[in-house]
């Protein structure tokens, strides 16, 4: 069983920073991607930005320059970081992670930008 357990979010004033967190515990034998999808309320679920096993990052284009994702192998973590915050980035952050043939969710955290 893997469990994917996310921090990080909150409320914050436009052009403030937030640092996600996921991490996977449980039995994953080879994480193929980790990334980050957002869903703001009454809108799709959308990726926001991937990094791969080789390290290969990219990310949808209204986040580019602003937001970074990356990883620790070691704790089989992905991070998110997101500066320049906009009132559009408000939604409820979900982390994913591809591993052994398999997808994993976390259960979601809400970032909230006040404008």
């Known amino acids: 069983q893997v469990q994917l357990v996310e921090s990080g979010g909150g409320l914050v004033q436009a052009g403030g920073s937030l640092r996600l967190s996921c991490a996977a515990s449980?039995?994953?034998?080879?994480?193929?991607?980790m990334g980050w999808y957002r869903q703001a309320p009454g809108k799709q679920r959308e990726l926001v930005a991937f990094?791969?096993?080789?390290?290969?990052?990219n990310y949808v284009g209204s986040v580019k320059g602003r937001f970074t994702v990356s990883r620790d192998i070691t704790k089989n973590t992905v991070y998110l970081q997101m500066n320049s915050l906009k009132s559009e980035d408000t939604a409820v952050y979900y982390c994913k992670v591809v591993g052994d043939g398999h997808d994993y969710w976390g259960q979601g955290t809400q970032v909230s930008v006040s404008s």
């Open positions: 449980g039995s994953i034998f080879r994480i193929n991607v």
């Open positions: 990094i791969t096993s080789e390290g290969t990052t």
